[in-house]
């Protein structure tokens, strides 16, 4: 019998990688502690698969942020980021990622116990800084930012912030809404704008 082509391989790897980071959203959500074993019976595939693409649990979970982020900057790309006024765009931006990440809450606090140095944090949050910084920039250039600042400095500390206000809500310290209202009100002082009223 003749083995299926090389491309049709590289396929249904694809399929079964796509599937097992779809099912380890959802169970590491309801079960931050899950098994692979578990991760491997919701993607309908054997352990040995999962190995297959993932070494490791931390190896499997670092992948799973990855979709995470890759989904909050999609959200956020989808949000109109070059229409209109920047501190609208912004904070329409912010709210977008706010609520893809609000989605899963406890793989978000996950992402916080793997053990990536700030290079791999920093290529993690890439395509998200970079969408952050044009808005930025535009802002800058328009007078409703401080342009004293570098725009990829300030991206990075928007990041920052939306990261401390998921901690404040995923904590209970802080309501969602709350930490939502602070995040916005934060942001647009601390880039020399007006706050929302």
């Known amino acids: 019998m003749t083995p299926p082509p090389a491309r049709n391989l590289r396929a249904d790897a694809v399929r079964s990688r796509n599937a097992i980071l779809d099912a380890a959203l959802q169970v590491l959500e309801a079960r931050p502690d899950a098994s692979l074993d578990a991760i ?85 949050h890439e395509p998200i800084s970079e969408l952050l910084a044009r808005v930025i920039r535009r802002g800058q250039k328009s007078g409703e930012f401080d342009h004293r600042l570098p725009p990829d400095w300030l991206a990075t500390v928007t990041i920052r912030l939306a990261h401390a206000a998921a901690e404040e809500a995923g904590s209970g310290r802080m309501s969602r809404e709350e930490s939502r209202r602070a995040l916005r009100t934060t942001v647009l002082l601390a880039l020399g704008g007006t706050a929302p009223s």
């Open 40 to 124: 491997a019976a919701a993607a309908e595939v054997t352990r040995q698969t999962v190995y297959s693409h993932f070494r490791s649990r931390d190896q499997l979970l670092a992948a799973v942020v990855d979709r995470l982020t890759e989904e909050t900057a999609a959200a956020m790309n989808a949000a109109d980021p070059d229409a209109g006024p920047a501190a609208e765009a912004l904070l329409r931006v912010l709210d977008a990622g706010e609520r893809t990440v609000g989605r899963h809450p406890a793989v978000a606090r996950l992402a916080g116990s793997l053990p990536a140095g700030p290079r791999a944090d920093r290529e993690r």
